[in-house]
């Protein structure tokens, strides 16, 4: 998969004609992706399967579809499937989600993350390659030892299937180095970008590669306004539910890795406000910087800066999270575009 220059990409939550009909209009503006996530609620492939009925270039991808809800084997027969469908455009982002999602939801045990990501990926491959299905690891053994499985393999032609891992811990991000074909950086600020990067390199130097063969793909929400100091005060409250509920205290992927990125004591003050029940006091504690620096927002000018920061540190793909009616988010789109200029390689994916 070659990619050039810093792409433009929009993230999805289709629930019906009107959503389709935006993302249609983003391919128009030369937007290289959509990505659709599943948390506890829509699945991310029947949105995307249904996007790819209705569009003709625009790369498709789960950001992501969690690990465990789904055998490897299940994982990669549907990624098969859409990649099929879609005429070689789709992309499989997945991620471990958390303990809480996955043994409160899926009701599966959140064990090993990093052997499981790595034996999926694996596992996906062999089955994408048309080689026979047998792997013997940790997680995952197949055929199942001492019973009447049998190594089989698929019965789909050969369909390659571009892998992106969205990652934040050390090890997790040398092992999306090491295996990926894409990474995901939610909490990425360009300024701090070694924190991820220095671990996404190594990985990679690993399997004797270079970051270069990447694709890093950040979603920030995208707000053009003059009234920058409100809009950074409301999406940094927004990260208090993410500090303080999106795992438990002891185990917070989000809050580790802003941690790493130097606020360490801002995310501990915020998670006790949260869980002691003072929402609206974890929420004004939450640095403005993760408003600011995290997202693309405020005026034209400042949003241009943001942009040549993003492509100094390396980004290839800014996944822009979008809000308002159809009107106004394809208004924005359109803005950012136009603002990313020659920065941005319009829809040059090649699988």
């Given at each position: 998969m070659t990619i050039e220059g810093m792409q433009i990409g929009i993230a999805a939550h289709v629930a019906g004609p009107e959503d389709a009909q935006f993302v249609r209009d983003a391919e128009?503006?030369?937007?290289?992706s959509v990505w659709v996530a599943e948390a506890w609620g829509q699945d991310a492939f029947t949105p995307l399967a249904y996007l790819a009925a209705q569009t003709e270039r625009i790369a498709l991808g789960t950001a992501i579809a969690q690990l465990g809800a789904r055998t490897p084997a299940n994982l990669a027969m549907t990624a098969m499937s859409m990649q099929l469908l879609s005429g070689g455009r789709f992309r499989l982002g997945i991620g471990t989600s958390g303990p809480q999602v996955m043994e409160g939801?899926?009701?599966v045990r959140f064990d090993a993350p990093l052997t499981v990501t790595r034996e999926t990926i694996e596992i996906v491959r062999t089955v994408a390659s048309g080689r026979r299905l047998s792997h013997q690891g940790r997680a995952y053994q197949l055929p199942l030892p001492g019973g009447q499985g049998k190594a089989i393999r698929s019965m789909l032609p050969v369909t390659p299937v571009p892998i992106y891992v969205a990652s934040l811990g050390p090890r997790n991000l040398e092992l999306t180095?090491?295996?990926a074909d894409g990474w995901i950086g939610n909490t990425f600020m360009p300024e701090h970008a070694d924190v991820f990067l220095d671990r996404l390199r190594a990985g990679a130097a690993r399997a004797d590669r270079s970051l270069a063969d990447l694709d890093l793909v950040i979603p920030v929400a995208?707000?053009?306004?003059?009234d920058v100091d409100e809009?950074?005060?409301?999406?940094?409250r927004g990260y208090a539910f993410t500090i303080g509920a999106?795992?438990?205290r002891d185990q917070n992927f989000y809050n580790a890795a802003f941690t790493r990125q130097g606020f360490g004591d801002d995310v501990r003050a915020v998670q006790e406000l949260w869980l002691a029940g003072r929402r609206d006091e974890a929420a004004d504690r939450v640095p403005l910087e993760f408003g600011a620096k995290t997202n693309l927002i405020g005026t034209p000018g400042m949003i241009g800066d943001r942009l040549r920061r993003?492509?100094?540190a390396g980004v290839t793909t800014l996944q822009a999270k979008l809000s308002g009616s159809p009107t106004q988010r394809l208004d924005t789109l359109a803005q950012l575009v136009d603002l990313a200029g020659d920065d941005v390689a319009a829809a040059s994916f090649e699988g």
């Open positions: 128009r503006l030369g937007v290289s939801w899926h009701g180095g090491e295996l995208v707000e053009i306004t003059d809009a950074v005060r409301r999406h940094a999106m795992g438990s993003y492509r100094d």
